[in-house]
């Protein structure tokens, strides 16, 4: 049984859902179409964590981020958005279009809705409504196929500049949402991270995109608009309306590397999640393209953001490696066979992911994509790979199927 995490706003009185709720121990907590009539017990389970199977409701998780999304299409206020329900009218032309969008378009949509919204953000509450409710969609998503998304977005990030700065706010949050539960940290705070992902670059999103795109000289104004930004985030995401004070307080300690040199236990919990933020910002940011330079590999990156002062994995990067793997998926390696492959899932241990081949040992490509044990020593990998490296272009719907 694979457990996802349910959010407690879809848990109402007299709603029954298709799927049991459980606690993080399996034990189940409601049966599917059972219904809470009594508001004590509602209470009692919204208290608790939640999850569910993952087979079991991902038809509903599906579903329920077609009808957000349709709804986020028609600028819906929040109170409506939180009203979704995965069994709204499949006449509708928009939320039949949120169901049929493949993966990959999915978290293309999300990029362009969150680029969209983080070019303006203003001191009205329908914005901070369609923020949370995108970060919801993103939690839906990632929850329910987590290697899939590492793959989409991290491969995209490699090969494209496109929206660089929406594209990495949702890559951070995916990850650093992996990571606080690693660290069994509480829901509220791993919520604010995830907030303050999503936002920590609003007031420079212009200057990121362009710096990523087109290289221009660095100015001295671009400088210190980069060194300003979390500060500054912090202030424009408090004055569109964000009351939430670990949110403001992450964004604006993000780039804080005095942290970095602290016992983890002696900093409050708003300090550890500005901490861990800052090295999944640096992670991400090393796998990604930029006009001046081609992607780090993940080696190289895993080595800026995950070793502490003695070189070896603190407990972030240690969290941080187990989340994603030392090869996380998106990213290629070659195989001790000769073989190139690329990553399409993580494995049992960070360094034995799965991987799919994509070209022989001669250099061909090869016509169909195989899968490969990497805990078997013909097939272990050798060593990472940089994009540049592989000029096939992957199957992607393929490979998400060989799973």
């Not at 977005?153 to 606080?180: D, K, N, P, R, W």
Request: a neutral charge; charged letters at 25%; aromatic letters at 4%.
């Amino acid at each position: 049984m694979n457990l996802v995490p349910f959010s407690k706003q879809y848990l109402r009185l007299n709603e029954a859902l298709p799927f049991g709720l459980r606690d993080a121990a399996g034990r189940l907590l409601l049966a599917a179409g059972a219904r809470v009539d009594n508001a004590d017990r509602l209470d009692e389970l919204r208290s608790a964590e939640l999850y569910a199977d993952e087979g079991e409701s991902s038809d509903w998780r599906r579903r329920l981020g077609g009808a957000i999304d349709a709804m986020l299409l028609r600028n819906a206020p929040l109170g409506r958005i939180a009203e979704a329900r995965p069994d709204l009218s499949q006449d509708d032309p928009n939320t039949v279009r949120g169901f049929t969008l493949r993966f990959g378009e999915q978290w293309d949509e999300l990029t362009s809705s969150l680029d969209a919204l983080l070019r303006e953000p203003v001191a009205e509450r329908v914005w901070l409504q369609r923020l949370l409710a995108l970060a919801e969609r993103v939690r839906t998503l990632g929850s329910r196929r987590f290697d899939d998304s590492l793959y989409h977005l991290i491969y995209t990030a490699g090969h494209s500049t496109e929206s660089y700065s929406s594209h990495h706010a949702l890559l951070c949050m995916l990850v650093a949402q992996e990571v606080a539960r690693m660290l069994r940290w509480e829901p509220e705070l791993t919520a604010s991270l995830e907030h303050a992902a999503l936002t920590m670059n609003v007031s420079v999103r212009r200057l990121q995109d362009m710096l990523a795109a087109h290289a221009p000289t660095m100015t001295p104004a671009m400088r210190a608009e980069l060194d300003a930004h979390p500060r500054k985030s912090a202030d424009m995401l408090a004055a569109a309306g964000v009351t939430d004070a670990a949110w403001l307080a992450i964004v604006q300690h993000h780039h804080d590397d005095s942290l970095g040199h602290r016992p983890l236990d002696s900093l409050t919990p708003e300090q550890q999640a500005a901490r861990l933020l800052r090295r999944v910002d640096i992670f991400t940011a090393k796998l990604s393209r930029r006009a001046t330079r081609i992607p780090s590999t993940p080696v190289q990156a895993a080595r800026e953001a995950c070793l502490g002062a003695d070189g070896v994995p603190d407990e972030i990067g240690g969290a941080l490696l187990k989340s994603v793997g030392l090869y996380p998926p998106g990213s290629f390696v070659e195989l001790m066979s000769g073989e190139t492959a690329i990553v399409i899932g993580r494995g049992r241990r960070a360094n034995l992911p799965l991987v799919a081949t994509l070209v022989a040992p001669s250099g061909a490509p090869m016509g169909t994509p195989a899968l490969r044990d990497t805990l078997d020593r013909r097939y272990a990998v050798k060593r990472a790979v940089s994009v540049d490296a592989v000029k096939v272009i992957p199957p992607h719907e393929r490979l998400m199927m060989m799973r």
